[in-house]
């Protein structure tokens, strides 16, 4: 598809939303158009606690409000000037969305969507970065294309993960895995399961010896399969063949394909449905919701499942709380023989159409900016990750920052973290990785003197049973992310066929693969053939021409000439 052809697509997705509103009968609000070229209060007010100034602020997920006495935004606010008024997502975020974009009533400040771009709910950071954000400008310097959205070439999100300008600190690791207890591990001497089979013998081994776990009945494996968090059903197959994340597609030479209707998808739900079949599926994996899911996890009475560890560390948390170390998680790099070398972890690839943009209806767009120009100066990262120096960690002679026992408790704290850490802004914020300028690690998971200190007895023994530093270790070393990667951050384009038949096939896959996981063995073939023949009806190929259409455009664009 050609430029032109681009613009005039999103151009009459824009146009197919203003109309709604209109017959809607929708006044917009007190909606202000931003282009390019102009901002809101271009002159921008200064940033000081002189000049009280509110952002108000979505977040695209479910979460807790800090405390009204937490004390980072507290000192944001006495040194700033700047209080932060956030809105969590409740129940199902495709609606919300819908809902602001009809009224067209938006904060100031949102969680990045490719819905919003379509729809003019947010304005382009280029200018307003250059003129007024020098710090922002610096981060994000080497990745000021690949942040360009390749259908107007305009910026419109920073992105909050991926932009190093360091090293890359490597002792935790929040990716996807199949993860199992490590109390199942430690039953069994510590085996290494390589494969599917290997790992599902374990978790049925352990379930049958140990039927409930605290009073409650043991889950052998739970899946999450609600609103966009539904790669716990849908991504396995392509790391199953040792291939990482690229979303929805597997990529070879630079050209995707999708991997839904392939024989190495069936393979595994086919195996999903041998282990439903020997009772070791959640019941409910299903119908539940992720409040659902979080509660299961943070019980202890789940073995094992397939997610990505950020998606789940509050559970993880959780039981850390609870005094149940031995029920958190080892992350396992699966495959389905051992001829191939698992791709799991990956190196740090800038998190596009992430992290906040800047909306039409935002009160003053250059004080924003301005503000979380000041917020990724390295003082204000510091205070944001590690805390108040002498309350939540120490600096000793060497310089080096660690951390007494109680501190660390403290920071796996939900509650304590509440009051005491700025987690639902810098989530989503720009942010700097790897290392400070000292040679800290930007995070205090990553410090690897504070990381082996950190480790409880327990762990340590786990560790020591595989010979290893840290769970990083259980998966192999990454190799260089291809310039175009990951194909999963294309931006569709609202209201595209591509955008159709994607969002078509993700209905199909949240159909028929729960169907064929709990049908009967008997019943899988024919529930399989009839999910193939509804993919083949969709337009896959408006899908795969566009996320080949951008691989290339990344790979002409991105490559260092």
Known sequence: MGDR???????GAVLLLALSVTVAGCSGGNTKGTDAGTTNNAGGSEVGPEQPFEISVFLGEAGQQPTADNKIYKKIKDELGVTFKFEFLAGDKNQKLGVMI?????PDMITADTKLTAAGAVIPLEDIIEQHAPNLKKHFEKYWNQMKDP???????????????????DT??????????????KEFNYPTPKTLDEYFELIAKYKEKYPTIDGQPTIGFEILNYDWKNWGLLNPPQHLIGHPNDGGVVVNDGVGEIFADKDYAKDYYQKLNEVNAQGLLDKEAFTQNYDQYMAKLSSGAVLGMFDQHWNFGSAVDSLKTQDKLERTY??????????????????????????????????????????LDKLIEED?????????????????????????????????????KLANKADAYYGTAPKIEGYFSDGNATAASNQPEEYQASLKPFDKEV??????????????????????????????????PAKIANTKLNELSTKYLP??????????????????????????????????EVLKWRIDNWTVK
Request: overall charge negative; cysteine-free.
């Open 5 to 11: 052809k681009r613009v005039l697509l999103r151009f």
């Open 330 to 371: 080892v992350g396992l790099p699966l495959v389905y023989d051992l001829s191939t070398k698992d791709y799991y972890r990956d190196r740090p690839s800038l998190n596009l159409n992430n992290g906040f943009g800047i909306t039409v209806n935002a009160k003053d767009p250059v004080k924003i900016i301005k503000v």
């Open 172 to 185: 935790y690791y929040s990716g996807p895995a199949f993860w199992i207890q490590k109390a199942v591990l």
């Open 515 to 548: 169907k064929a996981i709990l049908a009967t063995t008997t019943e899988f073939e024919a529930t399989w053939k009839e999910y193939v023949s509804e993919i083949q009806k969709l337009d896959i190929k408006a899908y795969e021409d566009r996320i080949n």
């Open 151 to 169: 259908n107007d070439g305009h910026i419109y999100y920073l992105p909050n993960y991926g932009a190093y300008n360091s090293e890359v600190s």
């Open 463 to 496: 560790l020591d049973a595989y010979g290893f530093n840290s769970y990083v270790d259980f998966f192999s070393p990454p190799p260089e992310n291809p310039i175009y990667y990951p194909a999963w951050s294309v931006d569709l384009v609202e209201g595209s």
């Open 380 to 416: 204000w990262q510091k205070l944001l990750t590690w805390g108040v120096e002498g309350e939540d960690y120490q600096v000793n002679e060497e310089g080096r920052f660690i951390k007494t026992q109680e501190q660390r408790d403290n920071a796996s704290d939900a509650t304590w």
């Open 102 to 106: 009809a009224g067209a009533d938006y």
